[in-house]
């Protein structure tokens, strides 16, 4: 646990803090040899998250991370969950869409046959918008822009495929738009993180270059 806590706390401080973090690990042999491992460990990731909030790269850095484990997993692992699961999050409080059809009136009762064939087609959409979470999570943590603008169009379509799939078969669509509308918002943020990373890129280039 103490290396653990000891390896993020060097991550933290990244490649401009290289001698402090070489520093601070010649000092975690010694704590390890006095039986203070863990709490040596814990004082430098809290030194190492303060010092992150002294930087602008180090501000990025937790945006983005703080981005991908608060909004975009949780986001993937709802969905994927929900495709897995027979659909509760779209039709919650009813077991799903299969349970929703069970209760509902003439409409549902006369097209059951074929909403039931729609499930597999619906639970395929989710799943892809869920991956595509995780995809659009892991390029930005990789700082692969254009990756995560190719695989955020094709969520973003796969969203709006949903949509129009569910109001094509008169299905209630809000929960589906109310997903649509977060990633819209991701979307949004990402290319707001795309330009800070540029500056950050053309401010290390221009001191490199001064230097």
């Known amino acids: 646990m103490a290396h653990a806590v000891m390896a993020l706390a060097v991550c933290c401080l990244g490649e401009s803090r290289r001698e402090w973090s070489l520093a601070m690990q ?10 203070k491992a863990l709490p040596f460990a814990i004082g430098c990731l809290a030194a190492a ?3 992150m909030l002294t930087r602008e790269e180090g501000r990025f850095v937790l945006t983005s991370y703080a981005l991908a484990l608060c909004l975009m997993i ?10 897995v699961l027979g659909l ?34 619906l639970s395929l959409l989710l799943l892809l918008l869920g991956l595509g979470h995780l995809r659009i999570a892991w390029a930005m943590l990789e700082r692969d822009w254009s990756r995560v603008r190719r695989a955020g169009m094709l969520t973003l ?28 918002i991701e979307l949004a943020t990402l290319s707001v993180v795309t330009r800070w990373h540029a500056q950050l890129f053309r401010a290390a280039v221009a001191e490199d270059s001064g230097s």
């Not at 010649?26 to 039986?35: L, P, Q, W």
């Not at 949780?74 to 495709?83: E, H, K, S, T, V």
């Not at 379509?157 to 109310?178: K, N, V, Y």
Request: proline share 4%; charged share 15%; aromatic share 8%.
């Open 88 to 121: 509760p999050y779209l039709y919650a409080g009813q077991g799903g869409l299969r349970g929703a059809l069970l209760e509902g009136g003439t409409q549902e009762a006369l097209l059951r046959g074929v909403y039931q064939a729609a499930v597999p087609s």
């Open 157 to 184: 379509a796969a969203a709006a495929t949903l949509i129009i799939f569910m109001g094509t078969l008169f299905l209630d669509s809000r929960q589906a738009i109310l997903q649509a509308a977060v990633l819209a």
């Open 49 to 51: 998250g303060r010092e």
């Open 26 to 35: 010649i000092e975690f042999e010694t704590a390890v040899a006095e039986g």
């Open 74 to 83: 949780p986001m993937a692992a709802l969905q994927i969950g929900c495709a």
